[in-house]
């Protein structure tokens, strides 16, 4: 495909996500409606759709539309290309650019639409990172590195590396966290590799690692994932300690691929179901990675920014404060509650845990701490509380 052709293929897709499908489905579809399409074309379309996404409100301003066309229009404007060189109908490329198309384009005006963060969310971004809620949202124009997390029962730091080169993805080690690697080459070979495949390095952001670094596990605890979703967390936890890990969610489904995961990462954990968590409790270490507006992960998952609403935010926290109370029930005497978001949002955060401790009793806060998602991690949040009574 020239390149042209795959901005059209780009206008395209963006077109039917803005129309209502979700990103995956649209790229899918489109793929398997062009079988011409190789490799290379499909990771340029994807990233240009990506791209995007991440900055829609900036792009559309500068493209003069919300539209397919618009986006992609802005984002040649921001990267200084001069679109009548790629809009011009060559090779299957845009159509050239109509004498309004020139005309109605602007530059982004509020802090909001100039970061790409919804209107009605940035005095909450910015009353929660303060100065650097600039940065903040800058790093989530971009995409994302690709971190790995090097299994600590299956392999170390250094031939893990040696490992991956051999198989054609070179890494460094990332400094947030002992036993995360960043990807500098090769990120798209990484599943095919036997080291994934063998369970040595699974795909997981330094931060999300970093999390689980500042748990207090050791040897032998009973320890729950409340929220384990597909498991990234209760797998992390299982290379630090030889723990009787249980994994739990609201929604089983979520957690249909762990015990496939769980095994290749040499890893025995037990799946509960909601009526079962009360015959199984009292665990040493609950941990609460709860579902979130996703805020310090908008890089990767950037249609969540714009389909968050203020009610969808106002529920989640909700959701957050239920789940704080059910899953503090189940710790044991002197046990560990952990709560974990990928927000960067206060009220997800660190007002959760403040209203926690105003309506418990019976808990210290130990730990908080605050990963922001421009040191080249994803932004993260946890918190980490002892239940003080030795009575329950
Ligand atoms: C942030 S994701 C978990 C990601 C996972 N821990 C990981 O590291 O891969 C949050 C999870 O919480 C689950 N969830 C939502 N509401 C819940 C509730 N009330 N109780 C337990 N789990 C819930 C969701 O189904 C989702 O899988």
């Not at 031939?159 to 036993?179: F, N, R, W, Y």
């Not at 609403?309 to 046990?335: C, F, T, W, Y």
């Not at 401790?357 to 980490?384: C, H, I, N």
């Amino acid at each position: 495909m020239t390149p042209g052709a795959r901005l059209q293929a780009a206008i395209e897709i963006l077109d039917q996500i803005l129309d209502g499908d979700a990103a995956e489905k649209a790229l899918t579809g489109w793929a398997r409606r062009s079988r011409f399409a190789g490799s290379k074309d499909r990771a340029a379309v994807r990233d240009h759709v990506f791209t995007s996404l991440r900055c829609l409100r900036s792009h559309a301003a500068l493209g003069g539309a919300s539209t397919g066309r618009g986006l992609i229009l802005g984002a040649l404007r921001e990267a200084g290309i001069d679109p009548d060189t790629l809009f011009n109908g060559v090779g299957y490329g845009p159509t050239e650019l109509s004498d309004d198309e020139g005309l109605i384009a602007r530059e982004p005006t509020s802090p909001a639409e100039r970061h790409d963060i919804p209107e009605w969310l940035w005095p909450h971004f910015e009353a929660s990172l303060g100065e650097a809620a600039e940065a903040a949202a800058g790093s989530l124009r971009h995409r994302a590195p690709v971190h790995l997390r090097v299994n600590a029962r299956r392999s170390n730091i250094e031939q893990a590396i040696e490992d991956l080169k051999e198989e054609g993805v070179t890494c460094s080690a990332h400094p947030a966290s002992e036993m995360a690697l960043e990807v500098k080459e090769g990120a798209r070979r990484i599943r095919n590799c036997d080291a994934y495949q063998t369970g040595v390095v699974e795909l997981q952001d330094a931060a999300s690692q970093a999390v689980v670094e500042i748990l207090p596990l050791t040897n032998g605890m009973r320890v729950l994932d409340y929220c384990a979703g597909g498991g990234g967390k209760s797998l992390a936890m299982a290379a630090r300690a030889s723990l009787s890990l249980f994994a739990h969610d609201k929604a089983p489904q979520r957690m249909e691929d762990l015990p496939l995961r769980a095994d290749r990462a040499g890893v025995d954990l037990t799946v509960l179901t909601t009526d079962t968590l009360d015959q199984t409790e009292p665990f040493d270490l609950v941990l609460c990675d709860a579902p979130c507006s996703g805020s310090g992960s908008w890089r990767r998952s950037p249609e969540g920014k714009w389909r968050l609403s203020s009610e969808q935010l106002a529920e989640l926290q909700d959701v957050q404060g239920e789940i704080l109370d059910k899953a503090s029930q189940l710790v044991a005497p002197n046990g560990v509650l952990a709560y974990v978001t990928c927000s960067v949002l206060d009220g997800e955060n660190t007002h959760q845990i403040q209203q926690f401790m105003e309506r418990s009793t019976g808990w210290k806060l130990e730990t908080e701490q605050a990963w922001p998602v421009q040191e080249g991690t994803d932004g993260f949040y946890a918190a980490v509380l002892t239940r003080t009574i030795t009575d329950c």
